[in-house]
Protein backbone atom coordinates (compact mmCIF):
# COMPACT_ATOMS: atom_id res chain seq x y z
CA UNK A 1 0.00 0.00 0.00
CA UNK A 2 0.97 3.43 -0.87
CA UNK A 3 2.19 5.83 1.75
CA UNK A 4 0.10 9.16 2.30
CA UNK A 5 3.29 11.10 1.41
CA UNK A 6 3.18 9.10 -1.71
CA UNK A 7 -0.37 9.58 -2.69
CA UNK A 8 0.41 13.02 -2.28
CA UNK A 9 3.05 13.20 -4.42
CA UNK A 10 0.86 11.75 -7.66
CA UNK A 11 -2.00 13.66 -6.80
CA UNK A 12 -0.73 16.75 -8.80
CA UNK A 13 0.51 14.79 -11.43
CA UNK A 14 -2.84 13.07 -11.42
CA UNK A 15 -4.95 15.99 -11.84
CA UNK A 16 -2.21 17.81 -14.18
CA UNK A 17 -3.26 14.80 -16.16
CA UNK A 18 -6.89 15.22 -15.95
CA UNK A 19 -6.83 19.01 -16.80
CA UNK A 20 -5.32 18.19 -20.15
CA UNK A 21 -7.37 15.15 -20.99
CA UNK A 22 -10.59 17.44 -20.54
CA UNK A 23 -8.87 20.47 -22.63
CA UNK A 24 -8.32 17.95 -25.47
CA UNK A 25 -11.14 16.37 -25.29
CA UNK A 26 -13.27 19.93 -25.68
CA UNK A 27 -10.67 21.02 -28.07
CA UNK A 28 -11.12 17.72 -30.29
CA UNK A 29 -15.41 18.34 -30.16
CA UNK A 30 -14.76 22.04 -31.38
CA UNK A 31 -13.56 24.19 -33.76
CA UNK A 32 -12.17 26.82 -31.33
CA UNK A 33 -13.22 27.81 -27.99
CA UNK A 34 -12.59 30.61 -25.90
CA UNK A 35 -11.48 30.15 -22.04
CA UNK A 36 -14.95 30.58 -21.18
CA UNK A 37 -15.87 28.20 -23.40
CA UNK A 38 -13.86 25.95 -21.94
CA UNK A 39 -15.15 26.64 -18.63
CA UNK A 40 -18.48 25.91 -18.90
CA UNK A 41 -17.59 22.71 -20.98
CA UNK A 42 -14.87 21.32 -18.43
CA UNK A 43 -15.80 22.86 -15.21
CA UNK A 44 -12.20 24.28 -14.69
CA UNK A 45 -10.86 27.57 -13.30
CA UNK A 46 -10.00 30.29 -15.92
CA UNK A 47 -6.51 30.28 -14.40
CA UNK A 48 -6.00 26.57 -14.69
CA UNK A 49 -7.87 26.60 -18.78
CA UNK A 50 -5.44 29.00 -19.43
CA UNK A 51 -2.49 27.60 -18.21
CA UNK A 52 -3.33 23.72 -19.75
CA UNK A 53 -3.79 25.85 -23.06
CA UNK A 54 -0.53 27.34 -22.40
CA UNK A 55 1.18 23.95 -22.13
CA UNK A 56 -0.72 22.24 -25.11
CA UNK A 57 0.40 25.15 -27.29
CA UNK A 58 4.06 24.60 -26.28
CA UNK A 59 3.60 21.18 -26.97
CA UNK A 60 2.07 21.92 -30.65
CA UNK A 61 -1.00 19.76 -29.74
CA UNK A 62 -3.27 23.82 -29.88
CA UNK A 63 -2.44 26.90 -31.16
CA UNK A 64 -4.28 30.26 -31.23
CA UNK A 65 -6.52 31.18 -33.99
CA UNK A 66 -8.35 34.47 -35.31
CA UNK A 67 -11.78 34.97 -33.86
CA UNK A 68 -14.87 35.39 -36.51
CA UNK A 69 -16.92 38.02 -35.80
CA UNK A 70 -20.33 38.68 -36.28
CA UNK A 71 -21.81 40.74 -38.97
CA UNK A 72 -22.91 44.11 -37.11
CA UNK A 73 -21.17 43.27 -33.84
CA UNK A 74 -18.97 46.29 -32.65
CA UNK A 75 -15.66 44.47 -30.93
CA UNK A 76 -15.32 46.43 -27.34
CA UNK A 77 -12.32 46.05 -25.21
CA UNK A 78 -9.90 43.66 -25.90
CA UNK A 79 -10.98 40.67 -27.50
CA UNK A 80 -10.56 36.51 -26.27
CA UNK A 81 -8.20 34.65 -27.24
CA UNK A 82 -9.01 31.69 -29.17
CA UNK A 83 -7.85 27.89 -29.74
CA UNK A 84 -7.91 25.27 -31.61
CA UNK A 85 -6.78 21.89 -31.99
CA UNK A 86 -3.46 21.77 -34.45
CA UNK A 87 -5.37 19.23 -36.60
CA UNK A 88 -1.77 17.85 -38.69
CA UNK A 89 -0.04 17.96 -35.50
CA UNK A 90 -0.24 14.41 -36.05
CA UNK A 91 -2.50 12.24 -37.95
CA UNK A 92 -4.25 8.69 -37.67
CA UNK A 93 -4.05 5.49 -40.37
CA UNK A 94 -7.30 3.39 -41.76
CA UNK A 95 -6.42 0.11 -43.62
CA UNK A 96 -9.05 -1.69 -45.38
CA UNK A 97 -6.62 -5.43 -45.46
CA UNK A 98 -9.24 -6.60 -47.67
CA UNK A 99 -8.72 -10.51 -49.63
CA UNK A 100 -8.19 -9.18 -52.61
CA UNK A 101 -7.36 -5.81 -52.55
CA UNK A 102 -5.70 -3.23 -49.62
CA UNK A 103 -7.12 0.42 -49.36
CA UNK A 104 -5.69 2.72 -46.97
CA UNK A 105 -6.76 6.18 -45.79
CA UNK A 106 -5.04 9.33 -43.89
CA UNK A 107 -6.71 11.34 -41.55
CA UNK A 108 -6.25 14.53 -39.29
CA UNK A 109 -7.34 14.79 -35.44
CA UNK A 110 -10.66 15.98 -36.71
CA UNK A 111 -10.87 13.16 -39.10
CA UNK A 112 -10.44 14.91 -42.31
CA UNK A 113 -9.01 13.08 -45.37
CA UNK A 114 -6.01 14.15 -46.47
CA UNK A 115 -5.24 11.15 -48.70
CA UNK A 116 -6.16 8.01 -49.37
CA UNK A 117 -4.28 4.51 -51.98
CA UNK A 118 -5.39 1.38 -53.06
CA UNK A 119 -4.01 -1.43 -53.96
CA UNK A 120 -4.05 -5.26 -55.16
CA UNK A 121 -3.45 -7.64 -52.41
CA UNK A 122 -0.89 -10.21 -53.32
CA UNK A 123 0.16 -13.45 -51.79
CA UNK A 124 -1.43 -17.51 -52.48
CA UNK A 125 -3.39 -18.52 -49.62
CA UNK A 126 -3.17 -22.29 -49.08
CA UNK A 127 -4.35 -23.51 -45.45
CA UNK A 128 -2.69 -27.06 -46.52
CA UNK A 129 0.63 -25.86 -47.12
CA UNK A 130 2.55 -24.24 -44.39
CA UNK A 131 5.41 -22.80 -46.11
CA UNK A 132 3.12 -21.15 -48.80
CA UNK A 133 0.88 -19.79 -46.03
CA UNK A 134 4.18 -18.37 -44.23
CA UNK A 135 4.94 -16.83 -47.59
CA UNK A 136 1.38 -15.24 -48.13
CA UNK A 137 1.58 -13.96 -44.79
CA UNK A 138 4.89 -11.90 -44.87
CA UNK A 139 3.68 -10.73 -48.46
CA UNK A 140 0.69 -9.81 -47.53
CA UNK A 141 2.81 -7.72 -44.03
CA UNK A 142 4.43 -6.06 -46.82
CA UNK A 143 1.96 -5.19 -48.87
CA UNK A 144 0.32 -3.36 -45.81
CA UNK A 145 3.31 -1.74 -44.54
CA UNK A 146 4.06 -0.45 -48.24
CA UNK A 147 0.64 1.18 -48.61
CA UNK A 148 1.04 2.74 -45.41
CA UNK A 149 4.34 4.24 -46.44
CA UNK A 150 2.31 5.11 -49.66
CA UNK A 151 -0.66 6.95 -48.50
CA UNK A 152 1.43 9.18 -45.84
CA UNK A 153 3.71 10.47 -48.21
CA UNK A 154 0.79 11.67 -50.77
CA UNK A 155 -0.71 13.38 -47.80
CA UNK A 156 2.79 15.19 -46.72
CA UNK A 157 2.27 13.61 -43.37
CA UNK A 158 5.91 10.48 -43.27
CA UNK A 159 7.48 13.09 -40.75
CA UNK A 160 4.33 13.38 -38.78
CA UNK A 161 3.40 11.62 -35.21
CA UNK A 162 0.93 8.53 -36.51
CA UNK A 163 -1.17 8.40 -33.11
CA UNK A 164 -2.88 5.26 -33.95
CA UNK A 165 -3.38 3.02 -36.81
CA UNK A 166 -6.74 0.64 -37.26
CA UNK A 167 -6.58 -2.43 -39.65
CA UNK A 168 -9.87 -4.19 -40.90
CA UNK A 169 -9.42 -8.02 -41.43
CA UNK A 170 -11.97 -10.69 -42.78
CA UNK A 171 -11.36 -12.36 -39.42
CA UNK A 172 -12.58 -12.48 -36.13
CA UNK A 173 -10.58 -10.63 -34.16
CA UNK A 174 -10.07 -11.07 -29.89
CA UNK A 175 -9.40 -7.75 -27.88
CA UNK A 176 -5.77 -8.21 -28.11
CA UNK A 177 -5.90 -7.79 -31.71
CA UNK A 178 -5.62 -11.65 -32.78
CA UNK A 179 -7.40 -13.76 -35.22
CA UNK A 180 -7.94 -17.21 -33.58
CA UNK A 181 -7.02 -20.33 -35.55
CA UNK A 182 -10.60 -21.92 -34.90
CA UNK A 183 -10.28 -24.56 -37.64
CA UNK A 184 -9.94 -21.69 -40.39
CA UNK A 185 -6.23 -21.08 -41.31
CA UNK A 186 -7.95 -18.28 -43.83
CA UNK A 187 -8.34 -16.21 -40.49
CA UNK A 188 -4.77 -16.33 -39.58
CA UNK A 189 -3.94 -15.54 -43.05
CA UNK A 190 -5.94 -12.59 -43.54
CA UNK A 191 -4.82 -11.26 -39.90
CA UNK A 192 -1.10 -12.44 -40.32
CA UNK A 193 -0.06 -10.46 -36.70
CA UNK A 194 -1.01 -7.02 -37.96
CA UNK A 195 -0.89 -5.12 -34.38
CA UNK A 196 2.46 -6.70 -33.42
CA UNK A 197 4.29 -5.61 -37.08
CA UNK A 198 3.16 -2.59 -38.10
CA UNK A 199 4.91 0.74 -36.40
CA UNK A 200 3.35 2.51 -33.38
CA UNK A 201 0.33 2.23 -31.58
CA UNK A 202 -2.50 -0.34 -33.58
CA UNK A 203 -5.90 -1.58 -33.30
CA UNK A 204 -6.89 -4.49 -35.36
CA UNK A 205 -11.08 -5.30 -35.93
CA UNK A 206 -12.96 -7.51 -38.18
CA UNK A 207 -13.97 -5.92 -41.46
CA UNK A 208 -17.63 -5.95 -40.82
CA UNK A 209 -17.26 -4.64 -37.46
CA UNK A 210 -15.82 -1.37 -39.04
CA UNK A 211 -18.84 -1.44 -41.90
CA UNK A 212 -21.29 -1.31 -39.51
CA UNK A 213 -19.49 1.81 -37.14
CA UNK A 214 -19.10 3.81 -40.61
CA UNK A 215 -22.90 3.31 -41.37
CA UNK A 216 -24.04 4.27 -37.78
CA UNK A 217 -21.58 7.88 -37.56
CA UNK A 218 -23.21 8.44 -41.23
CA UNK A 219 -26.89 7.58 -39.69
CA UNK A 220 -26.27 10.25 -36.87
CA UNK A 221 -24.96 12.54 -38.61
CA UNK A 222 -27.95 12.34 -40.86
CA UNK A 223 -30.42 12.33 -37.83
CA UNK A 224 -28.84 15.51 -36.14
CA UNK A 225 -28.73 17.20 -39.99
CA UNK A 226 -32.55 16.12 -39.82
CA UNK A 227 -32.79 17.19 -36.19
CA UNK A 228 -33.30 13.36 -35.04
CA UNK A 229 -36.83 12.90 -36.85
CA UNK A 230 -38.03 9.94 -38.74
CA UNK A 231 -35.47 8.35 -40.97
CA UNK A 232 -32.14 9.32 -38.90
CA UNK A 233 -30.00 6.85 -37.12
CA UNK A 234 -30.83 3.90 -34.93
CA UNK A 235 -28.94 1.71 -32.32
CA UNK A 236 -29.81 -1.38 -33.72
CA UNK A 237 -28.52 -1.74 -37.15
CA UNK A 238 -26.52 -4.46 -39.11
CA UNK A 239 -24.20 -4.06 -41.90
CA UNK A 240 -23.75 -6.85 -44.35
CA UNK A 241 -20.63 -6.95 -46.54
CA UNK A 242 -21.39 -9.55 -49.43
CA UNK A 243 -18.79 -10.02 -51.11
CA UNK A 244 -16.41 -13.59 -51.21
CA UNK A 245 -18.45 -14.33 -47.55
CA UNK A 246 -21.19 -12.96 -45.81
CA UNK A 247 -19.99 -11.23 -42.80
CA UNK A 248 -21.97 -9.17 -39.98
CA UNK A 249 -21.25 -6.14 -38.14
CA UNK A 250 -23.74 -5.32 -35.63
CA UNK A 251 -24.46 -2.58 -33.01
CA UNK A 252 -27.59 -3.33 -30.64
CA UNK A 253 -28.59 -1.31 -27.87
CA UNK A 254 -26.49 1.71 -29.61
CA UNK A 255 -23.19 -1.08 -28.33
CA UNK A 256 -20.96 -3.02 -31.10
CA UNK A 257 -21.12 -6.52 -30.77
CA UNK A 258 -17.98 -8.50 -30.46
CA UNK A 259 -18.69 -11.88 -28.90
CA UNK A 260 -16.20 -14.43 -27.50
CA UNK A 261 -12.84 -14.15 -29.85
CA UNK A 262 -14.60 -11.60 -31.98
CA UNK A 263 -16.46 -13.79 -33.41
CA UNK A 264 -20.34 -11.94 -33.39
CA UNK A 265 -21.76 -11.71 -36.94
CA UNK A 266 -19.64 -14.63 -38.13
CA UNK A 267 -22.24 -16.41 -40.90
CA UNK A 268 -21.27 -19.72 -40.89
CA UNK A 269 -24.28 -20.64 -39.13
CA UNK A 270 -25.80 -20.41 -42.09
CA UNK A 271 -24.58 -23.79 -43.26
CA UNK A 272 -26.64 -25.38 -41.56
CA UNK A 273 -29.63 -23.36 -41.18
CA UNK A 274 -30.17 -23.21 -44.78
CA UNK A 275 -28.83 -26.89 -45.75
CA UNK A 276 -26.37 -25.18 -47.56
CA UNK A 277 -22.32 -26.67 -46.80
CA UNK A 278 -21.32 -23.09 -48.23
CA UNK A 279 -24.42 -21.09 -46.80
CA UNK A 280 -21.89 -18.44 -45.46
CA UNK A 281 -20.84 -17.29 -49.45
CA UNK A 282 -21.16 -13.92 -50.05
CA UNK A 283 -22.96 -12.18 -53.29
CA UNK A 284 -20.18 -12.66 -55.66
CA UNK A 285 -19.80 -16.11 -54.87
CA UNK A 286 -23.16 -17.18 -54.85
CA UNK A 287 -23.55 -14.90 -58.41
CA UNK A 288 -20.51 -17.42 -59.72
CA UNK A 289 -21.42 -20.70 -58.11
CA UNK A 290 -25.60 -20.59 -58.87
CA UNK A 291 -25.20 -19.13 -62.85
CA UNK A 292 -22.52 -21.81 -63.07
CA UNK A 293 -25.12 -24.80 -62.29
CA UNK A 294 -27.37 -23.44 -63.75
CA UNK A 295 -25.44 -23.16 -67.04
CA UNK A 296 -24.29 -26.88 -66.62
CA UNK A 297 -27.62 -28.05 -66.20
CA UNK A 298 -28.81 -26.43 -69.44
CA UNK A 299 -30.66 -23.39 -68.34
CA UNK A 300 -31.49 -21.01 -71.31
CA UNK A 301 -28.52 -18.28 -70.67
CA UNK A 302 -27.93 -16.11 -73.68
CA UNK A 303 -25.71 -13.58 -71.81
CA UNK A 304 -23.86 -15.92 -69.28
CA UNK A 305 -23.37 -18.83 -71.40
CA UNK A 306 -21.41 -16.55 -73.77
CA UNK A 307 -18.54 -16.24 -70.74
CA UNK A 308 -15.82 -18.65 -70.24
CA UNK A 309 -16.44 -20.18 -66.47
CA UNK A 310 -12.89 -18.81 -65.85
CA UNK A 311 -14.14 -15.06 -66.52
CA UNK A 312 -17.60 -14.78 -65.24
CA UNK A 313 -17.93 -12.55 -62.70
CA UNK A 314 -21.28 -11.11 -60.27
CA UNK A 315 -20.62 -8.26 -62.27
CA UNK A 316 -21.55 -10.21 -65.26
CA UNK A 317 -24.23 -11.51 -63.72
CA UNK A 318 -25.97 -7.87 -62.66
CA UNK A 319 -25.18 -6.98 -66.31
CA UNK A 320 -26.57 -10.11 -67.43
CA UNK A 321 -30.00 -9.35 -65.43
CA UNK A 322 -30.35 -5.65 -66.52
CA UNK A 323 -30.12 -7.24 -70.24
CA UNK A 324 -33.04 -9.82 -69.28
CA UNK A 325 -31.16 -12.46 -69.46
CA UNK A 326 -33.25 -15.41 -67.42
CA UNK A 327 -30.32 -17.45 -65.93
CA UNK A 328 -28.96 -14.10 -64.06
CA UNK A 329 -32.61 -12.78 -62.91
CA UNK A 330 -32.93 -16.11 -61.24
CA UNK A 331 -29.53 -16.14 -59.22
CA UNK A 332 -30.48 -12.63 -58.69
CA UNK A 333 -33.80 -14.08 -57.62
CA UNK A 334 -32.27 -16.67 -55.27
CA UNK A 335 -29.45 -14.10 -53.38
CA UNK A 336 -32.39 -12.03 -53.12
CA UNK A 337 -34.21 -14.56 -51.03
CA UNK A 338 -31.15 -16.25 -49.02
CA UNK A 339 -30.72 -11.88 -47.96
CA UNK A 340 -34.43 -11.96 -46.62
CA UNK A 341 -33.89 -14.88 -44.41
CA UNK A 342 -30.22 -13.46 -43.43
CA UNK A 343 -32.58 -10.55 -42.64
CA UNK A 344 -35.17 -12.14 -40.62
CA UNK A 345 -32.64 -13.81 -39.01
CA UNK A 346 -31.29 -10.82 -37.60
CA UNK A 347 -34.26 -9.07 -36.94
CA UNK A 348 -35.82 -12.08 -34.74
CA UNK A 349 -32.71 -12.78 -32.92
CA UNK A 350 -31.18 -9.40 -32.02
CA UNK A 351 -34.00 -6.97 -32.51
CA UNK A 352 -31.96 -5.13 -35.85
CA UNK A 353 -34.24 -2.25 -37.07
CA UNK A 354 -32.32 -1.81 -40.30
CA UNK A 355 -29.95 -4.22 -42.04
CA UNK A 356 -27.42 -2.20 -44.45
CA UNK A 357 -25.85 -3.85 -47.53
CA UNK A 358 -22.18 -2.43 -47.75
CA UNK A 359 -18.97 -3.12 -49.97
CA UNK A 360 -18.15 -2.36 -53.49
CA UNK A 361 -21.48 -4.50 -54.75
CA UNK A 362 -23.44 -1.98 -52.80
CA UNK A 363 -24.27 -0.01 -55.78
CA UNK A 364 -25.59 -2.67 -58.04
CA UNK A 365 -27.37 -4.48 -54.90
CA UNK A 366 -31.08 -2.82 -55.36
CA UNK A 367 -32.52 -5.05 -57.58
CA UNK A 368 -31.60 -7.66 -55.03
CA UNK A 369 -32.99 -5.73 -51.79
CA UNK A 370 -36.19 -5.10 -54.29
CA UNK A 371 -36.91 -9.06 -54.42
CA UNK A 372 -35.77 -9.78 -50.49
CA UNK A 373 -38.21 -6.81 -49.41
CA UNK A 374 -40.95 -8.76 -51.24
CA UNK A 375 -40.22 -12.04 -49.61
CA UNK A 376 -39.71 -10.65 -46.21
CA UNK A 377 -43.54 -11.15 -45.33
CA UNK A 378 -43.60 -14.68 -46.69
CA UNK A 379 -41.00 -15.79 -44.09
CA UNK A 380 -41.49 -13.66 -40.99
CA UNK A 381 -43.74 -11.65 -38.91
CA UNK A 382 -43.60 -7.88 -38.53
CA UNK A 383 -41.83 -6.16 -37.63
CA UNK A 384 -39.94 -5.99 -40.92
CA UNK A 385 -35.87 -4.85 -40.66
CA UNK A 386 -35.79 -1.96 -43.39
CA UNK A 387 -33.58 -3.34 -45.96
CA UNK A 388 -31.04 -0.07 -47.90
CA UNK A 389 -28.02 -0.09 -50.10
CA UNK A 390 -24.87 1.67 -48.89
CA UNK A 391 -23.99 4.98 -49.92
CA UNK A 392 -20.38 4.33 -48.57
CA UNK A 393 -19.47 1.89 -51.45
CA UNK A 394 -16.09 0.15 -51.29
CA UNK A 395 -14.65 2.55 -49.01
CA UNK A 396 -16.73 1.62 -46.29
CA UNK A 397 -14.06 -0.48 -44.28
CA UNK A 398 -11.27 2.05 -44.32
CA UNK A 399 -14.52 5.16 -43.12
CA UNK A 400 -14.84 2.66 -40.51
CA UNK A 401 -11.55 2.38 -39.37
CA UNK A 402 -11.26 6.57 -39.31
CA UNK A 403 -13.74 6.11 -37.13
CA UNK A 404 -12.85 3.98 -34.51
CA UNK A 405 -9.42 5.98 -34.41
CA UNK A 406 -11.39 9.04 -34.39
CA UNK A 407 -13.39 6.91 -31.08
CA UNK A 408 -10.52 6.25 -29.44
CA UNK A 409 -8.63 9.67 -29.66
CA UNK A 410 -11.86 11.27 -28.60
CA UNK A 411 -12.42 9.06 -25.43
CA UNK A 412 -8.58 9.49 -24.08
CA UNK A 413 -6.45 11.52 -25.63
CA UNK A 414 -3.90 11.39 -23.61
CA UNK A 415 -3.22 7.38 -23.88
CA UNK A 416 -2.49 8.39 -27.20
CA UNK A 417 -0.48 11.48 -27.32
CA UNK A 418 1.66 10.32 -24.54
CA UNK A 419 1.24 11.52 -20.74
CA UNK A 420 4.02 14.19 -21.10
CA UNK A 421 2.01 15.61 -24.40
Known amino acids: MSSIQDRGASSPQLLRRANRQALLQHALAT ?16 ATVLGVCAELEGAGWLHEVSAEREEGVVQRGRPARHYALRARAAVLVGVDAGQHTLSARVADLYGHELAASRCAAHGELDGADAELGAAAAEERLDGVRSLVEDVLERAGASALPR ?59 AGKAAEATEGGATDHLAALLMGERFGAGLIVDGRLLRGADGGAGEMRFLDGVLGDS ?3 DGVAALARRWSLEGIAAGRPSPVLGSIHASRLTAEDVFVASREGDPLAREVLS ?14 S ?44 GRDVVVRGAIELALARLREDPLSLLGPES
Open 31 to 46: RSFTAADAMAATGLTR
Open 163 to 221: LLTVVGVPAPVDPAGHSPAGGSAYWSAMNPGFVDALEGAVVVENDANLAVLAEHALAVT
Open 278 to 280: RGA
Open 334 to 347: RIGGRLARIAAILS
Open 349 to 392: LLGVEKVVVAGAIATAIEPVLEHSRSELPEISAPPFPELAASSL
